[in-house]
Nanobody, 116 residues
Framework: QVQLVESGGGLVQAGGSLRLSCAAS???????IGWFRQAPGKEREGVGC????????YYADSVKGRFTIASDNHKDTVYLQMNSLKPEDTALYYC??????????WGQGTQVTVAS
């Protein structure tokens, strides 16, 4: 099993920055980590992900150029650096661990609120 714990959310002014953390524990080897978010009344959407095999990262168009995903393998932690935040980035942010043929795991989420 894999356990995921997100942290780093909070209230920030538009144009500001936050760094979210996704700390993984358990049998984490080979799991890709993705970031998702869900705003009130909207469906959950993918923000970006990092490939565990080579560190490649992928981003949704809505955050490309503003958000960056990085991993610290020694700490089993994946970060989501969010810059130039906009009110529309307000959401509950989740990380997900996924690996082909294995169960998917989600964290409990961390709230990000961007004030205009």
């Amino acid at each position: 099993q894999v356990q995921l714990v997100e942290s780093g959310g909070g209230l920030v002014q538009a144009g500001g920055s936050l760094r979210l953390s996704c700390a993984a524990s358990g049998r984490t080897f080979g799991y890709d980590i993705g970031w998702f978010r869900q705003a009130p009344g909207k469906e959950r959407e993918g923000v970006g992900c990092i490939d565990s095999s080579d560190g490649s990262t992928y981003y949704a168009d809505s955050v490309k150029g503003r958000f960056t995903i990085a991993s610290d393998n020694h700490k089993d932690t994946v970060y989501l650096q969010m810059n130039s935040l906009k009110p529309e980035d307000t959401a509950l942010y989740y990380c997900k661990a996924a690996q082909s043929g294995r169960p998917v795991y989600w964290g409990q989420g961390t709230q990000v609120t961007v004030a205009s």
